[in-house]
């Protein structure tokens, strides 16, 4: 069960509120009334909520405590009796967003810490929180309602739009940031780019001039860099999901609802469409354009454009079936052989 001393649960909620919540079908049962926290198969109470995503859990569910699963509506006959369900074709989101009833991000406690340091020409919209060391550089505005931990670095100008969260340690230059966004610890945005001329004499750094625009929803993880655009802007679309650890370059464009894994690089000037998926460690080569839906498996290496709706994998990136044969081949010719 979720430590309460890190995570703080609220409800209980009824059936019907949970069934609003995941738009499942509701079934009542009789082991509870009403349902306080989330839970394991293993571990959870009649007051608990779990779920089955697939049929290999079924005979752990036949010892399973819990007050109410939420499962697909062709196994609910597999579910004990007094065993209140909700029923969906998908049970993992229908569970995800029963969890986030019992668990929403927490809200801001207003006020500014003393040790805050704030230009006066900035405007720091109403129920914000500021934590201790924040400084927010002149001009920048700060919509309502948002969160800035401990340590965070707000440049000159920079607009963070309303209901933003930013963990510790942050720092966002030469950045317009829409609402709702989420930076966790350690991220940095608008940071120069990596653009430079090689030369005998000395390598001449080019001045980077542009901004980094990331839209509403996007969620962005822990020590993640995004570089502000050369002369243009560096663009996150809306609702794009960013892991821990991922690169971003200059003049690099997102598009809407790209899910970007650990470790991922993309090189400057590159152009993703909508609903990309990039594995971990996946690597994207500068002044590419990868179409929409397009997916790049983890460790891939892309060095030319990928069409819409293609899925590319290996080191150079090719579409999968032709990388996995390739493979399969190498395999069956190494066989038995020795180093």
């Not at 340091?117 to 309602?145: H, L, T, Y």
């Not at 005998?200 to 542009?210: D, N, R, S």
């Not at 790049?296 to 150079?316: E, F, R, S």
Request: charged share 15%.
């Amino acid at each position: 069960m979720p430590d309460p001393r890190f995570h703080r649960v609220a409800g209980p909620f009824s059936l019907a509120d949970l069934a609003r919540a995941s738009g499942a079908e509701a079934r009542p049962g009789d082991r509870a009334d009403m349902f306080r926290d989330v839970g394991t198969i293993d571990a959870a109470g009649p007051d608990d909520v779990v779920y089955v995503e697939n049929k290999r859990y079924i005979p752990a569910l036949a010892a399973c405590g819990a007050g109410l699963c939420i499962m697909r509506p062709e196994i609910a006959a597999e579910a004990p009796p007094g065993m209140a369900l909700l029923l969906t074709p998908a049970p993992q989101r229908a569970f995800t967003l029963v969890a986030r009833a019992f668990y929403p991000p927490p809200a801001p406690v207003p006020g500014i810490a003393a040790s805050a340091v704030i230009d006066s020409s900035a405007v720091i919209g109403d129920g914000c929180e500021i934590g201790p060391g924040v400084v927010i550089g002149a001009e920048a505005r700060i919509g309502e309602g948002c969160i800035l931990g401990p340590g965070v670095a707000i440049g000159r100008g920079v607009v963070i739009g309303p209901g933003a969260r930013i963990g510790h340690g942050v720092s966002v230059s030469h950045a317009l940031v829409g609402g709702r966004v989420t930076m966790h610890p350690g991220v940095r945005i608008g940071q120069d780019g990596f653009g430079l001329i090689p030369g005998a004499a000395g390598h001449l750094a080019i001045p980077q001039l542009g901004r980094v625009i990331v839209h509403d929803d996007v969620e962005i993880g822990a020590n993640s860099t995004i570089d502000r655009g050369a002369l243009g802007d560096t663009v996150i679309g809306q609702g794009c999901f960013i892991d821990n650890l991922v690169q971003i370059g200059h003049n690099v464009r997102l598009g809407r609802g790209c899910i970007i894994v650990a470790q991922v690089g993309i090189s400057g000037s590159t152009i993703v469409g909508d609903f990309v998926m990039m594995g971990g460690q996946a690597g994207v080569s500068g002044h590419l354009e990868i179409g929409d839906g397009a997916r790049v498996a983890a460790k891939g290496g892309v060095l030319k454009d990928v069409p819409a709706g293609v899925t590319v994998g290996g080191h150079p990136a090719m579409p999968l079936t032709e990388w996995l044969r390739q493979g399969l081949v190498l395999r069956r010719l190494t066989k038995g052989k020795g180093a």
